[in-house]
C-alpha cells in the first residue's frame, strides 16, 4: 500500500462522513421548517423517509424481484425448471439434506450445551471469566473461525507427525489419520462443530441471565420439598426460562439457516458438504445461473418463513397488552 | 449474520433481569444468593464447566501459539510440543503485514478498508435507523403498527433473497457515481466503498430501528410532552432530549454493527470487487485459505490478524454488548 492509497481511503472516508452530515443536516433543516400546512405530515416523512426508502430499495424490491427470477430462464421466459433443478438433481438434493442436518444440530447442539454450562457456573467464582471464554467466539469472524477449526482438522499423510490436533489425538490412540475435511459424511458434521462453537456463547448468555431472572425463593422452596438438582433443573429452572429458551432456538436456527462462510472458507461446498446458503452464491455468482441461484434464495426464505411467522404473532400479542 | 437476534420479546423476566444486573454491576450479591448457591454447585458441576471452557478455547489458543512459530516448526510439529520443539518469531507477522513483496499477503490494505468499511457501515445505519424509531415511537399517525411489523418481518429475509437484484441496482446507479467521483477526484480509486456502505446500512437498518424503537419508546412521555408544549419541534427534541438519552442503547447497537460488518463475508465478496483498493480483511483471508492453504505460517498470523480488533471491541465493551443482546432478546 503506497502513501497515495492510504490518503485515497482516508479522503473517501472523510468525503463520506461529510456528504452524509450535510444529507442528515439539510433533512433535519426541512424538518423544522416545514410548511406550516401540513407540518405534522412533512415531519413525518423526513424522518421516516430515509430508513424506508433504503429498506424498500435494499430489500423489499429485491426480495420480490428475487421471487420472479425464480422463476425465469436466463432468457426471461417463464419456467419451473429452476425448482425441478433444485429437487431433482442429486448434487441440490444433497444440499438441502445438508441444510436440513444443519438446523436440526446446530440449534439443539448449541443451546444444550449453553445451558449445561449456564447452569454449572451460575453464580460460582469466576462466573465472569468463564462467561468470556465461551462468550469469546461470537466476536470471531466466521473466515477467522474457519482458519481455527481447518488447523485443528489438518492432515498429514503417512508417517509424518500430525499437526492438526483431531488426528494428532486419533494417531496417539493407535488409529490411522483422517482427511476429515474431505471424508463424508463426516465433513459435514465437522462443519457443524464450527457453527456450534460459535453459537454456543450466544445461548449460554442470553438463558444465564434468564436463569438469574428466577426467584431464588422458588429454587429454596424446592430444596425444602427434598428435591435434588435434577428435579429442580426440570421443574423450576426450566419452566422459568421457556420464553428465552424460544428466542435462543429460533435465533440460531435462523443464523445456521443463512450462515455461508464456514462452508465457504473450508470446503467451498466441495465433497458433498454444500448447503443451500452456500449453493445459492455459487449458482447466482460463479456459474451465473440467477435462476437458480435465485430459487435456491426463494427456498431458503420459505424455510425462515414458519419462524418468521412465529415471530410477528408474539411481536403482535406483545404490542396488543401494551 | 450470526450474531442478529430475530428479537422475540419475552416481557416476563424483564424486571428481574435488570435487578441481577445491577446488583451485579455494584459487586454485591444477597447473602441468601449465596446460601442457596452453595447447595446447587457440585463438583461434577464444576468438571464440567472447566472441560467446556477448555474444548471451548484450545482451538483458539493453538492458533495463537502457532502463529508465533517458525514457518519450518508449524509444517513439522504440532504446536503443543511448542516446550520440546521450542521457537519464536515475529516474522509471520512482519511477513503479513510488512512484506511489500508481491507473494506476501500485504495486509495493510486489507485492515485499512476493513475500518474504514465498519466506521460509515456503522455510523450511517445508526442515524437513520434512531430517527425512523423516534418517529414509529413519538409521532403520531395511521399505519404505525402495520409499518412497524413490516419492518420487524424484513429482519429475517435471508440476506441472499436481496442479493441478486440489488447488485443489479447498484451496477445501473452506483457505478457512473463512483466514475464520476474518480473522474473529480482521481485519488479515490474507481472501485471505492460506496457500494459496501450502502449494502451495509441497508441489511443493518432493520433490526436497528427495532432495538432502538424498543427503547426509544420507553423515555417518558411527560419528558417529550414538557419539551412539546414549551413549543420545541421535532428536530429538536431528537436531538436535545432523545439522543443523549439514548446514549446506552445506541452505543450497544454500534458495537453490534460493527463486529457484523467487520466479520462480514458475503457482502464483501459480491460488492467489493476484490481488489486491494475496497475489499476487507475477511475478504484477503479467505483467499489465502482457498490459494495458499498449506502456508501454516501465514494463515494463523493472518487469522489473528482478522480476529484481533473484534476481540479488543469485544472485550473493552463486552458489557454494552452483552445489554444490546439480552435487550435484543428479552425485552418487549
Not at chain 1, 447466482?284 to 415471530?311: C, D, H, K, Q, T
Not at chain 2, 420507553?218 to 431528537?238: K, L
Request: no cysteine.
Amino acid at each position: 500500500m503506497t502513501t497515495a492509497d492510504l490518503l485515497g481511503k482516508i479522503l473517501q472516508v472523510v468525503m463520506g462522513l461529510v456528504v452524509f452530515a450535510a444529507i442528515v443536516g439539510l433533512l433535519i433543516f426541512f424538518i423544522d421548517k416545514a410548511p406550516k400546512k401540513g407540518r405534522d405530515y412533512w415531519q413525518l416523512v423526513g424522518f421516516l423517509a430515509p430508513a424506508l426508502i433504503l429498506v424498500s430499495v435494499g430489500l423489499i424490491y429485491p426480495a420480490i424481484r428475487t421471487s420472479i427470477l425464480a422463476f425465469q430462464t436466463n432468457a426471461g421466459d417463464f419456467t419451473f425448471d429452476n425448482f425441478v433443478w433444485a429437487f431433482t438433481q442429486p448434487a441440490a438434493i444433497r444440499t438441502l439434506i445438508n441444510t436440513v442436518i444443519w438446523v436440526l444440530l446446530v440449534p439443539t447442539f448449541a443451546t444444550a450445551v449453553g445451558l449445561a454450562y449456564a447452569v454449572f457456573i451460575d453464580r460460582s467464582r469466576g462466573e465472569k471469566f468463564y462467561k468470556a471464554i465461551l462468550f469469546m467466539p461470537i466476536a470471531i469472524s466466521f473466515v477467522g473461525a474457519s482458519v481455527i477449526w481447518k488447523f485443528v482438522y489438518e492432515y498429514r499423510s503417512g508417517d509424518r507427525e500430525q499437526i492438526g490436533l483431531l488426528n494428532a489425538i486419533v494417531v496417539a490412540f493407535g488409529g490411522e489419520p483422517v482427511q476429515w475435511l474431505q471424508t463424508d459424511p463426516i465433513n459435514t458434521i465437522l462443519l457443524i462443530v464450527v457453527m456450534i462453537w460459535v453459537q454456543t456463547g450466544f445461548a449460554m448468555v442470553v438463558l444465564s441471565a434468564a436463569i438469574k431472572g428466577i426467584a431464588t425463593e422458588q429454587l429454596e422452596a424446592a430444596q425444602l420439598d427434598g428435591t435434588n438438582g435434577w428435579q429442580r433443573f426440570t421443574n423450576v429452572i426450566v419452566p422459568g426460562i421457556r420464553g428465552s429458551l424460544v428466542v435462543v432456538l429460533t435465533t440460531i436456527s435462523i443464523a445456521t439457516l443463512k450462515v455461508f462462510d464456514i462452508v465457504r472458507t473450508m470446503t467451498a461446498g466441495n465433497f458433498n458438504t454444500s448447503i443451500v446458503a452456500n449453493e445459492m452464491y455459487t449458482q447466482a455468482f460463479r456459474a451465473s445461473e440467477i435462476g437458480r441461484g435465485s430459487a435456491l434464495a426463494l427456498i431458503l426464505f420459505v424455510m425462515v418463513l414458519p419462524i418468521v411467522i412465529y415471530n410477528v404473532n408474539v411481536l403482535r400479542k406483545q404490542r396488543e397488552i401494551r | 449474520m450470526s450474531i442478529a437476534p430475530p428479537d422475540l420479546p419475552v416481557g416476563k423476566n424483564r424486571g428481574a433481569l435488570d435487578a441481577t444486573a445491577d446488583a451485579e454491576a455494584s459487586g454485591y450479591v444477597e447473602p441468601k444468593t449465596i446460601r442457596v448457591k452453595k447447595r446447587l454447585t457440585s463438583r461434577t458441576a464444576t468438571i464440567a464447566s472447566i472441560i467446556i471452557a477448555l474444548l471451548w478455547t484450545i482451538p483458539t489458543f493453538g492458533l495463537f501459539i502457532s502463529s508465533f512459530r517458525p514457518a519450518e516448526l508449524i509444517r513439522t510439529t504440532g504446536w503443543w510440543t511448542i516446550f520440546t520443539n521450542p521457537g519464536f518469531t515475529l516474522e509471520n507477522y512482519q511477513d503479513v503485514l510488512l512484506s511489500t513483496s508481491s507473494s506476501s499477503p500485504q495486509l495493510g490494505s486489507y485492515i485499512v478498508n476493513s475500518i474504514a468499511i465498519a466506521l460509515l457501515a456503522t455510523i450511517i445505519p445508526l442515524v437513520f435507523a434512531s430517527m425512523a424509531a423516534y418517529a414509529f415511537a413519538w409521532m403520531r399517525f395511521r399505519g404505525v403498527g402495520v409499518l412497524f411489523v413490516v419492518i420487524f418481518a424484513l429482519q429475517i429475509i435471508p440476506l441472499q433473497m436481496a442479493l441478486v437484484p440489488l447488485l443489479q441496482i447498484f451496477s445501473t446507479v452506483l457505478r457512473p457515481m463512483q466514475a464520476w467521483l474518480h473522474d473529480v477526484v482521481p485519488i479515490i480509486p474507481e472501485q471505492n466503498y460506496l457500494p459496501l456502505w450502502v449494502a451495509h446500512s441497508i441489511f443493518g437498518l432493520p433490526l436497528a430501528i427495532f432495538l432502538l424503537h424498543n427503547f426509544i419508546s420507553e423515555i417518558p412521555a411527560d419528558v417529550i410532552e414538557a419539551a412539546r408544549v414549551d413549543g420545541a419541534t421535532h428536530g429538536q427534541i431528537f436531538f436535545r432530549i432523545v439522543l443523549p438519552l439514548s446514549v446506552p442503547a445506541i452505543a450497544s447497537f454500534a458495537i453490534f454493527q460493527f463486529i457484523w460488518v467487520w466479520n462480514d463475508l458475503l457482502v464483501a465478496l459480491i460488492f467489493s470487487g476484490g481488489t486491494q483498493d475496497v475489499a476487507p480483511l475477511t475478504q484477503r483471508l479467505a483467499e489465502l485459505t482457498g490459494t495458499r492453504g498449506q502456508d501454516w505460517q501465514l494463515l494463523t498470523a493472518a487469522a489473528f490478524i482478522s480476529i484481533i480488533i473484534p476481540l479488543i471491541v469485544f472485550f473493552s465493551l463486552q458489557r454494552y454488548f452483552v445489554r444490546g443482546l439480552l435487550a435484543g432478546s428479552t425485552k418487549g
